[in-house]
Antibody
Framework: EVQLVESGGGLVQPGGSLRLSCAAS????????MSWVRQAPGKGLEWVSS????????YYADSVKGRFTISRDNSKNTLYLQMTSLSAEDTAVFYC????????????WGQGTLVTVSS | DIQMTQSPSSLSASVGDRVTITCRAS??????LNWYQQKPGKAPKLLIY???SLQSGVPSRFSGSGSGTDFTLTISSLQPEDFATYYC??????????FGQGTKLDIK
């Protein structure tokens, strides 16, 4: 069974930094593109970033480019999102999602971790 | 970037009703369109991929159709557990993989 468990969320001040983690199990982690998708309170889903299975190809939404860095450690089956220069607009639940290239869809999701940016 | 527009934004229906939700892309995305269901406080769940393929374990009352720019999600006979918010999402070419704004389906 695929499991994705996010951690690292919390309250951070504007301008601050935070690193999210997503521990994966139940599938061959290094074979899959992984992504972060966020959802601001009461709002819709927003794709944030994706990383290839080997970690050499990365994509970012314009809203986070230059501030967020996606990475992965395939030896630990873990996905990361380093977030810097955070603002109130980054307040959201961040979901880790497994992206399957055969279906080009996010077929498994974690439970999410809440990031709140506030003074 | 490709924009995805869903309609309606909200919808009230009764158990047993047939419901259709529409998603329109700002340019052709061929059949690279997925549908997700999200219940309050929960992660999204994949229902339909590639416009019309049912994800494993999803009830057959859910179906998808369309190609190019216009797509639909149909629930043939609403069940109580189907009241949720539905999102379309395109996976055409490289990211960004944009989502529609969502359609909230609630009980009439």
């Amino acid at each position: 069974e695929v499991q994705l468990v996010e951690s690292g969320g919390g309250l951070v001040q504007p301008g601050g930094s935070l690193r999210l983690s997503c521990a994966a199990s139940g599938f061959t982690f290094s074979n899959y593109v992984m992504s972060w998708v966020r959802q601001a309170p009461g709002k819709g889903l927003e794709w944030v970033s994706s990383i290839s299975g080997s970690g050499d190809i990365k994509y970012y939404a314009d809203s986070v480019k230059g501030r967020f860095t996606i990475s992965r450690d395939n030896s630990k089956n873990t996905l990361y999102l380093q977030m810097t220069s955070l603002s109130a607009e980054d307040t959201a639940v961040f979901y880790c999602a497994k992206f399957t290239l055969t279906t080009l869809s996010f077929d498994s999701w974690g439970q999410g971790t809440l990031v709140t940016v506030s003074s | 970037d490709i924009q995805m527009t869903q309609s309606p934004s909200s919808l009230s229906a009764s158990v047993g009703d047939r419901v259709t939700i529409t998603c329109r892309a700002s340019q052709s995305i061929r059949s690279y369109l997925n549908w997700y269901q999200q219940k309050p406080g929960k992660a999204p769940k994949l229902l339909i991929y590639a416009a019309s393929s049912l994800q494993s374990g999803v009830p057959s009352r859910f179906s998808g159709s369309g190609s190019g720019t216009d797509f639909t999600l149909t629930i043939s006979s609403l069940q109580p557990e189907d009241f949720a918010t539905y999102y379309c999402q395109q996976s055409f070419s490289t990211p960004p993989y944009t989502f529609g704004q969502g359609t909230k389906l609630d009980i009439k």
